[in-house]
């Protein structure tokens, strides 16, 4: 099928997850929803998102929008040769807590652990089957590498959709997620299944709630930005905590 026609049938919430498999191996890849979530890497790698950082070669891809889109980019991108780590970034939500105050916006993040979390499971409505992956953990090593920069480590939710209801933030938080993501059960599911190290670095844009769309339309730049200059931080300063190279 002509590639304008193939387009034509693709629905657009997916066509920002038809990527382009890398040309050469690298070190990190980089990976983010959408693009403006990667611009701030382009002073560092150049308008083409690839290049290295001191001795870690580096590049920086979209994988798209969603659980769905999310999964079927980060699958595209993970083909041989493998990067030795991939490291996902861009924003989040931070829910309110009763127990502790959310982290504050503008701040970067680093993922503890990755949850899918669904509303109707939360109220008892919904059942995942037993043999449904429901929860991925980070690479420790690389975990461990951005707490020693100053990152406090949180439990990322991932849901289907924008939590606009402050009662049903408050249940999520309650059931001890931190903070919401789409993408980032998707991308550390698919680093999982092709044995590739995964780190989350996402910048606090909003408050999960009835206020958090407005938020993050006045915060995502900045929040993006803090995320993409922790990891610049990470390789200039030699990318601890980075594997050996994947076979």
């Known amino acids: 099928m002509p590639s304008e026609a193939r387009r034509r049938r693709t629905p657009s919430a997916l066509r920002s997850c038809v990527v382009i498999a890398a040309k050469s191996p690298c070190d990190v890849l980089v990976l983010a ?42 699958a595209r991108l993970l083909r041989v040769p493998l990067p030795r780590a991939v490291v996902l970034i861009g924003t989040c939500g931070a829910y309110a807590r009763l127990d502790r105050s959310p982290p504050a916006l503008g701040q970067a993040v ?63 938080a309650r059931g001890g997620v931190e903070v919401e993501h789409l993408e980032a059960f998707s991308v550390a599911s698919a680093c999982q299944v092709a044995g590739v190290a995964f780190a989350a670095v996402l910048g606090v844009s909003n408050i999960v709630g009835s206020a958090g769309r407005e938020q993050w339309r006045a915060n995502h730049r900045a929040a993006s930005a803090a995320a993409a200059a922790e990891v610049i931080r990470w390789l200039e300063g030699g990318a601890r905590g980075l594997g050996p190279v994947v076979d």
């Open 33 to 74: 929803a959408f693009d403006p979530e990667l611009s701030p890497l382009k002073g560092t790698l150049g308008p083409g998102l690839a290049g290295l950082v001191g001795a870690t070669a580096v590049e920086a891809r979209a994988v798209g929008i969603g659980l769905v889109a999310a999964a079927i980019g980060a």
């Open 110 to 172: 680093v993922a503890e652990g990755v949850r899918l979390v669904d509303v109707g499971v939360l109220s008892g409505a919904v059942e995942l089957p037993a043999v449904i992956p429901i929860a991925c953990r980070p690479d420790e090593s690389l975990r461990v590498a951005f707490v020693q920069q100053g990152l406090p480590a949180v439990e990322i939710g991932t849901t289907l959709g924008v939590t606009v209801s402050d009662p049903l933030a408050a249940e999520m």
